[in-house]
C-alpha cells in the first residue's frame, strides 16, 4: 500500500529491540495520545462552561448532569490530564533511567522537561476552574507561593491574579493561560520535541555496529502497533470515565474565607507537605525549583553515557544520575505519601 | 496482529455500550422553575414523590431551594444536599432569617405582623429565660426575678417602655460551664431539652423538630427518623404537648420526670393527672385561644410565662359589666382574612365581627352571630361552639381573680 | 494466502481481509456511535425557553376599533373587520420589527409594508403579518400566544 501522512511521520524502519513495549513502555506515545484526549475532551467541554465566579460552579454542575454525556468528557478530560502528568512523569523516568538523555538529545531532553512543566501547569489552572470549596489552597497557598518570591514575587502575584486579590479577573486568567496560552506553548514545543526525536536518530539505541539484534520493524508495523496502543488507551479511558467521576464540590460562595482543611491538588501534595516544615519561599518555590534544575542539568554536568550502552534499562555509563533522580523520585513519593496519611498532630 | 487489532476494536466497542448502560442509568432529571426565583431546579429528580409542604407554599411559586438552600442542578447527592441549611429542618433557629425570611414572607414588617422570625427569637419558647432566672433565683446566684440570661444572647425588639416596665432590654448567654453553683450547673445538663433550638428528648411522645418547624410541623408520635414534610398554622395540642405537660422537673434531682400514667383518651392525655381545668381547656386545642403573640412573641423580652401569656377566660367569655372586646373587619386586608384563609374551616369575611383580646390580637375564630351571640369554630376539630358570657349569668367572677383556681373553683371537670 | 488457487469455487474471503474488515467496521460503528453521542452533547440548551404566553388583562378592554401594540410580546391587538385578531410585528420578509406608520405597518430595514389588518401591501416580504392565537381564560382574561 502507498505510505498515508501517518506512515511518513515515522521513519522507514525502526529497531525492533528498542521498540518493545517493555523498552520504552510506549509512555511518550501515551502522552501524545493523552495531549490529544485533552484537546478534544476540553474543545467540547468550552460549548458549556462559563468562566464567571457565578457560573462556574454551576456550568460545571450542568456539564455533569444535565448536559447528555456531559459528564463522561469532563470525567474523561479529568483522567486524561491525572494520567498525562503521571504518564510524561513516567517518559522521564524511562529517558533517565535508559540515557536516552545524553548528547546529541540533551536539547530534546529539555524540551521534554518544558512540556513535563507545562502539562502540571495545565493541570493546576484547569483545577482552578472548577472555582469550588475544593480549590481554596490553589487560590490562597498557591498564589502566595508566587507572592513569596524576593523582589518580584509581589509584581509577579498581581500579574497573575489579574489584581491584588483573587477575583473574576483572576478566573478569566486562568482560564485565558488554560485554555490558549499554555495550549499554544505546549503545541509549539510539542512538535518541535516530536521532530527533534526524528532528527537525533530516534529511539536512543547501541550504533549499528555495536547492536546485537539487526531486526528492525517497518513504518507500517509501527502504525499498526501505535493504532492498536490508541484503541486500548480509549477504551481504558473510557471505563474509567464511565465509572470514577471527577471530583466536584459546591460552587466557592465567598472567595476571601478561609478553611481550616484547604487540600493541595495530589501532585502539589509533596510542596504542600515540604510548607509545613519552613519557609514559604524556600519551601514552596525555590526547592520545586531546584528539582527542575537538577533535572534539567544532568545532561550537561554529568558524563555522557557511552553510546554502546544505549537501548536499555540502567547503563552503567549514567548510574549516578540514576542515583539522584531515584532519590528525587522516593523524595517526592515520600513526602507525597507523608501528607496523605492521616496525622495527630 | 490484525487479530489483536479485532480484540481491541471489540474491546472497545463494549466499553462503549458499557458506557451507554451506565448514562442511562442515571436517575431522569425532572425540572421545576419556580416563580419566585426564575431559576431551574432538578430536585424532584429524586424527591417527587414529597407531598407539598401547605397549600401556602406551592412548589411552582416557591421550588424548593428557596427555603432549603442545595445545589439546584446536582443529581448527585452528596454534592445536591451539601449547601443545604439546617440539615433537614431549614427552620432551624440558627439559619430560619435566611430561609424563611424576606421582606414579602417572614422577615417583612412589624406594621403588617410579617417580622415572625426576628419575634420569635424574643419570645420564652425560644429564650427560656424564666425557667433560667427561676433557678439561678433559687439557688441565688440572682438577687430577683428579673431574666438576666437566655438560651442564645438576644436583644428586645421593643425597649422597656419606662422605669416601671420590667421587661429586659437584653438577654446574655446562659453558658452552663460557667456558673458556679454546681445545681444550676447540672440544670444547664439536664433540664434544657425544652426550648425551640433544643432537641428533643427521645421518644415519639416528645418528637418534635427545632425552630419554626417545633410548632408548625405537627410531628409527635411519629418516629423520629420518618420525617414530615409540612407546614401548617392547624396545630393540635398534641403537638404543644411534645414540651408541655411531659412531667416535672425533680429540684432535689436536678433532673425531668417524665409523666407515668398512660391515657386513654383525650381529657386524660391533654393534662398531667396532678391538674384541675374546665371543659374548654380540654375540648378545645391550644391554638383556639392562647395567640400569635403569646406563643411566638411580640417583640418584648419577658421574665416569664406568667408576664408573656395573658389570655384569660374574661377575654372570651367577657366579665359581669361587659362583653368581649370586638372589631368588625372593614377590608380585605385585615389581618384576621389573612389569618382565616389558612384555615378553611373558619368562613371568615369582610363584615363578620370578631373578638379582639386586651391586646387588639384577634380571635379569629370567635365570632358575633347576627342575633348577638358568641360562636367559636374551633381550628383543628372544626366543631361550633356556643360561647356563653359572663354578663347576664350567674358567675360570680371577680375581673381581677382569673387565675385558673378561682374559675376552676367552680367550673372544674372531674375525671 | 492468496485468494485464487483452491478457494475460487468455495468464494472464501481470505482471513486477513476478513479480520480487516471486520476490525474497520467496528470502527465505523464506534465512529456513528460517537457521532450520535456528539449530536445529543450538542442539544442541550442551558437557557429556558422565553415566554410565549402574555396575558393582557380583561378582555373587555379591548372594544372595536382598538389598535394597541404590545411591546414585549412583538405584537399588535387589532378589534377591526375580522373581528378581535392579533398579528406579529416581526417582519415575515427577515425578521425585524416593523413600526407602526400612518396606515399599517412599515418595515425600517428593507422597506416592507402592511396595512392596518398585517395585510401585505409592498416590499420584499412576500406574506402579511402572522395571526397568532388569542384565547379569553376562566377569569375572562385575554391570552395571547406568540407561538400559535
Known sequence: MRPSFFHHLHPPTIPARQSRFRYTLGAGGYSVFLSLVLVISGALLMFYYIPTPEQAGPSIQMITFLVPFGGLIRNLHYWAAQLLVVVAGIHLLRVIFTGAYTAPRRFNYLLGLILFVLSVFLDFTGYVLRWDEGVRWALVAGTNLVQSIPRIGPGLYRLVMGGTQPSPATLTRFYAWHIFGLVLIMLIVGAWHIFRVRRDGGIAVPPPDQRTAPERISRFELVRREGLATLIGITILLLAAAFIPAPLAPPMSDVTAQTADASAPWFFLWVQQLLKVGDAFWMGVFVPLAVILILGGLPYFLPAVPSTELGRWFPPGGRLAQIIVAALVIAILGLTLLAVLPTGA | ?415 | MPATTSNAKTNAIPRRDFLTLAWKSLLAVSGALSFAGLLRFFSHEPYPAPVTKFDLGPAGQFSPGTHAVIAEARSVIVYGSQGLMAYSLICPHLGCTVESAEEGFECPCHGSRFDAEGNLVQGPASQGLKPLNLEVNEAGNLILDTAA
Not at chain 2, 153 to 160: D, G, M, N, T, Y
Open chain 2, 1 to 415: 496482529m490484525r487479530q489483536r487489532i479485532l480484540v481491541a476494536t471489540v474491546l472497545l466497542v463494549f466499553a462503549m455500550l458499557v458506557v451507554i448502560w451506565q448514562v442511562n442509568r442515571q436517575p431522569r432529571a425532572v425540572v421545576i422553575t419556580p416563580t419566585l426565583t426564575g431559576e431551574e431546579e432538578y430536585c424532584l429528580s429524586c424527591h417527587a414523590d414529597l407531598p407539598e409542604i401547605s397549600a401556602s407554599h406551592p412548589i411552582e411559586s416557591f421550588g424548593c431551594v428557596l427555603c432549603h438552600g442545595g445545589e439546584r442542578l446536582a443529581l448527585e447527592a452528596d454534592l445536591a444536599h451539601a449547601t443545604m441549611r439546617g440539615g433537614r429542618n431549614p427552620s432551624d433557629l440558627a439559619v430560619a432569617d435566611v430561609s424563611c425570611g424576606g421582606s414579602e414572607c417572614h422577615t417583612g414588617s412589624a406594621e403588617l405582623q410579617r417580622d415572625h422570625v426576628s419575634r420569635v427569637q424574643t419570645s420564652l419558647q425560644a429564650t427560656y429565660a424564666g425557667a433560667i432566672a427561676s433557678i439561678r433565683y433559687t439557688y441565688g446566684v440572682q438577687a430577683n426575678l428579673t431574666a438576666q440570661k437566655a438560651i442564645s444572647a438576644v436583644q428586645a425588639l421593643h425597649p422597656p417602655e419606662g422605669a416601671s416596665d420590667s421587661r429586659p432590654q437584653a438577654l446574655d448567654a446562659f453558658n452552663p460551664s460557667k456558673e458556679t453553683h454546681p445545681f444550676v450547673q447540672a440544670f444547664g445538663e439536664n433540664c434544657l431539652t425544652c426550648h425551640l433550638q433544643a432537641e428533643p428528648l427521645p421518644g415519639p411522645a416528645f418528637n418534635r423538630l427545632t425552630g419554626c418547624a417545633a410548632c408548625h410541623t405537627p410531628s409527635t408520635g411519629r418516629d423520629p427518623e420518618q420525617p414530615l414534610h409540612q407546614l401548617t398554622t392547624v396545630i393540635p395540642y398534641t403537638q404543644c404537648n411534645a414540651c408541655h405537660n411531659r412531667g416535672n422537673y425533680d429540684l432535689r434531682q436536678m433532673d425531668f420526670v417524665p409523666r407515668s400514667d398512660t391515657p386513654s383518651d383525650r381529657m386524660n392525655d391533654y393534662y398531667q393527672p396532678i391538674a384541675q381545668f374546665t371543659r374548654c381547656e380540654f375540648e378545645l386545642d391550644c391554638v383556639d385561644c392562647h395567640t400569635r403573640q403569646e406563643a411566638m412573641g411580640n417583640g418584648y423580652l419577658y421574665n416569664n410565662q406568667a408576664e408573656q401569656q395573658y389570655v384569660q377566660c374574661k377575654t372570651c367569655h367577657g366579665t359581669l359589666d361587659a362583653a368581649p372586646l370586638t372589631r368588625t373587619i372593614q377590608d380585605e386586608t385585615d389581618i384576621a382574612l389573612r389569618l382565616a384563609y389558612l384555615n378553611p374551616a373558619i368562613p371568615l369575611q369582610v363584615g363578620d365581627t370578631i373578638v379582639v383580646t386586651e391586646q387588639d390580637e384577634p380571635l379569629w375564630n370567635l365570632r358575633q352571630l347576627p342575633d348577638g351571640k358568641f360562636e367559636m369554630i374551633t381550628k383543628v376539630t372544626q366543631v361550633r361552639y356556643p360561647v356563653p358570657l359572663v354578663m347576664g349569668s350567674g358567675c360570680t367572677q371577680n375581673p381581677e381573680q382569673q387565675e385558673s383556681s378561682t374559675c376552676h373553683a367552680c367550673h372544674d371537670v372531674q375525671r
